[in-house]
């Protein structure tokens, strides 16, 4: 349910909540964990790549350039590991 993904994003804790709430209605209470913990898996991979400055693949930066520049990413420190291999991407 993407209600649940978008509130993991958003800053309203009662967004989550309600969001949390859905999913455990409609799928279980197996679903509101399994969600979690790909949500989490996914945080957790991101931070290990950035912290060791694994680069962004060149597919991805072309595919997100409009994004990116939209949500002024490319400021952001763990962009750094990327502009180093990719600049013109950027």
Known sequence: MLIFSDAILGQDPS???DARDELHDKLGPKA???AAAV???FS???RAA???GIPSELRMLRNSKDIRH???LN???SAANT???YPEEM
């Open 15 to 17: 967004h989550l909540n």
């Open 32 to 34: 509101v964990v399994a």
């Open 39 to 41: 949500a989490a898996t």
């Open 44 to 46: 957790k991979n991101d």
């Open 50 to 52: 950035n912290a060791s």
């Open 70 to 72: 939209a949500l002024d």
């Open 75 to 77: 400021s952001f420190r």
């Open 83 to 85: 502009k180093k291999h």
